[in-house]
């Protein structure tokens, strides 16, 4: 529904290549994984690399539970006062073993945020890419939006 006052969309899907566009420029998001009948959602720093979601983990819950249920979500965002943004990638997430695979994310040059080690690389390939564009501004009355 149209905002008379804006003249703009409150809501716009956005295209698969906006949405790793939005992606790429923001270095923060959420893991959901699933693992015995319990939904778990933990922040990762990461970064997008051809068009796959990259991130590095520590031993613990993230890495065994992307081993044991490799289905997951993936959510990104960010805003500013007038606007904000939401990317969803569906995908598999893969533990990163051979040399190849190691070597190409190591040129991603991702670092860890805190202070520990974390030796393994996840990567998320994505089944679906999904991204919404929010513009911000007041609620519009009952009786506009039946005009």
């Given at each position: 529904?149209m ?37 778990e ?21 993230k ?38 695979e ?32 929010f ?5 519009p ?7």
């Open positions: 529904m905002n008379k006052e804006s003249g703009c969309e409150p809501v716009t899907i956005l295209s698969v290549s906006e949405s790793w566009d939005l992606l790429g420029s923001v270095a923060l998001g959420r893991l959901v994984t699933s693992v015995e009948g319990q939904t959602i933990f922040p990762v720093n990461f970064v997008v690399q051809r068009r796959t979601i990259l991130f590095r983990t520590a031993e613990g819950t890495l065994v539970s992307t081993a044991i249920n490799n289905n997951v979500l993936f959510e990104a965002d960010d805003h500013n006062a007038a606007e904000g943004w939401s990317v969803i990638v569906k995908g598999t997430a893969r533990t990163l073993h051979t040399d190849e190691l070597k190409d994310a190591q040129r991603a040059q991702l670092l860890p945020w805190t202070a520990t080690l974390k030796q393994h690389y996840v990567r998320i390939l994505p089944t679906s890419v999904t991204g919404r564009r513009r911000f501004g007041p609620e009355s009952p009786e506009s939006t039946f005009a």
